[in-house]
């Protein structure tokens, strides 16, 4: 990194803001949601922008490692606990027939663009030098994040004289959701499926990073080529995005937390193949059935919630799971890291994310149907 060489910062300190931006933003991502829920995202998101926008810029000017831990942990808090925590809720209190393929699609664009991003601004620090490549990143919150958000989000069709889908009447709506009435937060936190979906995805958010971002590392001890190693990022991106799109067409004909529980199920049994690969055709298969089971999770989380509890306090448990899903993230590559010191292998890591991901879903399948028996 052209920033770290320049300053002659070691990785670890510049990995110090990313984790401490996520736990802030997990602790934010309540009070996003609860705001997202009586408000709308019309205000949040503009504001949100702004203050990304002027963090971007500073650090095109900053020179001293205090103003890097401020500045990147302010834009990484922005991003986990203001940006994810508004931007899905917000969608989900839109739509209820096509609420699967709405979120799917928000999760692709960002997908895309990350995939393109990455590229372009290598390009613009190798030509231009990385505090130009800061501002051109400034200019994106700016251009496409206060005045497009300001004018076209509203908090819910019922804020416009409109209905869900278009929906004129109350039992239509029932139909594509699985709760009789609408939940308070209190009623919800309450319920076993709750707790049991929460410890479930700090599961699914830990071994996501944790393996994510070491499993290169792992498949270069175990011989595979670095030309093979590289070409995964691709694979990874592309199984992705085909899973987010599969996953939303699923999530409007199929049983949510039935979807969850396959996914996490395959993403499970495909550590196998990590923890033995050690050939190019062994590396690919389990990077795409990776890439593909983890990232069709993600899309269904919201989607989740919204057809358990409702759209009325939708912002609000979704922000409550990003808490246990975002320390997840923190605490993953942290403990693939730590096992690897102890043992100078990859694999004793991998075991415990796989008896992680087991467990989750083992809680997925024990959490019941909060509406059920609810009246």
């Keep these: 990194m052209p920033m770290v060489q320049e300053f002659g910062w070691s990785r670890t300190v510049i990995s110090v803001p990313a984790s401490l931006g996520s736990v802030f933003g997990a602790a934010l991502s309540p009070f996003v949601g609860k705001l997202v829920d009586v408000y709308g995202a019309r205000y949040i998101l503009p504001l949100a922008a702004v203050v990304l926008a002027l963090s971007c810029l500073y ?85 496409f994040g206060i005045l497009p ?47 049991c979906v929460f410890v479930s995805l700090f599961m699914v958010g830990a071994a996501g990073p944790g393996i994510t971002l070491h499993f290169a590392a792992h498949l270069s001890q175990q011989g595979v080529s670095p030309v093979i190693i590289g070409s995964t990022v691709s694979v990874f991106a592309i199984s992705g995005a085909i899973g987010i799109t599969i996953a939303g067409l699923l999530a409007d004909r199929f049983n949510i937390k039935y979807l969850m529980i396959i996914g996490c199920s395959v993403a499970t049994l495909s550590l196998v193949i990590l923890i033995r690969a050690d050939s190019m055709l062994e590396t690919f298969i389990f990077v795409s059935v990776w890439g593909f089971s983890l990232i069709t999770v993600h899309p269904l989380i919201p989607v989740l919630w919204n057809n358990v509890f409702g759209r009325e306090i939708l912002g609000t448990i979704n922000g409550l799971s990003r808490v246990t899903l975002v320390m997840g993230l923190a605490v993953g590559p942290v403990i693939s890291g730590f096992i ?36």
Excluded: C, H
Aim: proline share 3%.
């Design 59 to 143: 650090m095109s000017m900053l020179q001293t490692i205090l103003a890097f831990f401020i500045t990147y942990t302010i834009i990484r808090t922005i991003d986990q606990g203001v940006i994810n925590s508004a931007t899905y809720p917000t969608v989900g209190k839109w739509f209820a027939k096509y609420k699967g393929r709405a979120t799917s699609l928000i999760m692709l664009t960002g997908a895309i663009a990350a995939a393109i991003s990455g590229p372009l601004y290598q390009l613009i620090i190798g030509e231009l030098g990385w505090r130009i490549a800061w501002i051109t990143l400034a200019l994106f919150p700016l251009i």
């Design 149 to 195: 958000a300001f004018l076209l989000i509203r908090k819910n069709p019922e804020a416009m004289g409109l209905a869900v889908d278009g929906i004129s009447s109350g039992s239509n709506l029932q139909q594509r959701t699985t709760y009789v009435r609408e939940w308070t937060v209190k009623e919800a936190v309450r319920t076993r499926f709750f707790w």
């Design 340 to 375: 690897y010191d102890l043992t100078n292998a990859y694999q004793g890591a991998f075991w415990v994310f796989m008896a992680g991901s087991f467990v989750s879903v083992i809680l997925l399948i024990v959490s019941g149907d909060p509406n059920k028996n609810r009246k």
